[in-house]
C-alpha cells in the first residue's frame, strides 16, 4: 500500500504529538496493540501508512531543522512520548503574515531564513495533504496555506477555528480546483465539548430540563496564549453554538476559554457546570473538572482525518467532505448530532464505490 503523504504547516504542539504518534503506533498492523486509538485500520490505512513529508515554520529553533528536532523545540511544550529518530524532514520556512500577536510574538522567535516556495515544496515533496496547524489567530496566513494547497493540487485539513471549510466562498474555490478540504476547528478525542454535548444529551434524553450550563478551560500550551488575545470570541461563538446543538430546547448556554496558565505546559483544564430540573421541578446541580493534556488529544483524530481524506482523494471527490468535517470538527459546513456525524463517517469510510 502507497504511503500518505502529509504536509504540516505550524510544527507546534499538535505537530509534535502527530509525529510522536505515527512512530509510537507504528507497529500497530491488524492484530497488535493499538490502545488510545479511535481506529486502528480504517478504509484498510494504519497509522504505518501515515508519512509526514514535509513541514512548514517560522520559528528559527525549528526552521533549518529536521523534524524530529524542532517538534521538542520551544516553545513547544507538549509531553516526549518516544525517542525520535532522524525523519530527513527538514523544516522549511514559511511566511510570517498574522502567524504571531501581540502575546506571542515575545514567544515565538522569527527565523531569518529565506522563504520556501510552498507549492513548490509540496510538489517536490508529493505532498497529497497539507495539514494546517497554524495558531488560530493566524488568519490571514491559514488563508494563504489554503490558496498554496489548491495550486499544489494538495488536499487542506483544516484543524484551526478559522473558517474556510465552513465557508461556502471558500469551498467553491476547492471544487472548481477539484481538492478536498475539510475543517474547521479539530474536535478532541477526549474533548471538553464532546464531554459537554454528550452529558447534556444523556441528562435531557433521561427527561431533564436544562436551564444553564457553562464549561470554561485554561491551559498552559502557547495556543492558548493566542486564543487570549486573538481568538476568545471566535472559539466561544464555534463552541456554544455546537454545545447547543445537542439541546432539543433552547438553554442558556456558555462554552469557551478562559485564560492562559502558564506552568500548566501543555496540560488544560475544563470546567462544567449543569443546572437543570427533573421529576416535579425538583432542581439538580452538576460541577465537573476535567484535566487533559492537549496535544496529544488531537493525535486519534487527526489520524482519522488524514486517512478519510486519503479517501476522499481515492474516490476523486472535491470540496467539502461532509461526512469528514462533522465527525472531526467543532465548526463543520453542516452540525449534526454526535450519533448521526459517527453514522455518516462509517458510512462514508465504508462505502462500495
Ligand atoms: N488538541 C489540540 O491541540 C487542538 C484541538 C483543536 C484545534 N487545534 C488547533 O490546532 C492549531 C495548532 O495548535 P497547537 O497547539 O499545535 O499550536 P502551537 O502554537 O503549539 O503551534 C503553532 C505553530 O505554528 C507556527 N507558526 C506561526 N505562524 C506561522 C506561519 N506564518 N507559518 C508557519 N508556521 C507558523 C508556530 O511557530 C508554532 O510552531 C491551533 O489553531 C489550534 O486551535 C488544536
Redesign the pocket.
Known sequence: MTKIRVAL?????????LAQGLLFYSGSGKEMNSIGLRNNLLGGFGPVDVEIVAA????ER?VGKDLSEAIFAE??N?PKLVDMPLSNVVVNK???????GEY?KNV?HVSSHSEANVPLVLKESDAEILLN????G?VE?SRWYAEQSMVAGCAFVN???IFIASDPGWVKKFETAEVPVVGD????QVGATTLHKTLLGLLSANGVRITQTYQLDVGG???SL??LER?KDVKRVVKTKSVEASLPYPASVVAGSTDYVDFLQNRRDSYFWIKGTYFCDVPMQMDLKLSTV??P??GSVLLDVIRAVKIARERKMKGAILPVCAYAF?HPPQLMPLDSAEKSFAEFVNEEV
Open positions: 504547516v505550524g510544527v507546534g504542539n499538535c505537530a509534535s504529538a512548514f515554520d517560522i520559528d525549528k516553545p513547544n507538549a514559511g511566511p510570517v503574515m498574522d502567524g504571531l506571542t515565538v496547524l497554524l495558531p488560530s493566524a496566513a484543524a484551526t477555528p476547528d479539530l474536535i478532541d500550551g502557547t495556543e493566542d486564543t481568538t492537549d496535544a488529544n488531537a467543532k
